[in-house]
């Protein structure tokens, strides 16, 4: 049994997963590519544990330079 629930939906039950999440820092927008997830297996819903969030909290905090740059379109949904 997992110790983590879903913030969306309460479910307990996940499988390991990785996304790319986009984290805005100081108004600046930042990619992290490949973060291990906890992906709810009813809403699909991406769970980031402490130790996941600290790791990228300490990475983007650190001296390491991006893997690369990208541009990207905005779009204006209203
Ligand atoms: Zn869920």
């Keep these: 049994m997992s110790e983590y629930i879903c913030d969306n939906c309460g479910n307990a039950e996940f499988i390991d997963e990785t996304i790319n999440k986009v984290f805005n820092i100081k108004n600046k927008l930042i990619l992290v590519?490949?973060?291990?997830?906890?992906?709810?297996?009813?809403?699909?819903?991406?769970?980031?544990?402490?130790?996941?969030?600290?790791?990228?909290?300490?990475?983007?905090?650190?001296?390491?330079?991006?893997?690369?740059?990208?541009?990207?379109?905005?779009?204006e949904f209203a």
């Design 33 to 75: 590519e490949n973060i291990s997830v906890l992906l709810c297996t009813h809403c699909q819903e991406p769970i980031l544990t402490m130790d996941t969030t600290e790791r990228i909290r300490l990475l983007l905090n650190s001296d390491i330079k991006p893997i690369k740059h990208i541009a990207t379109e905005v779009y």
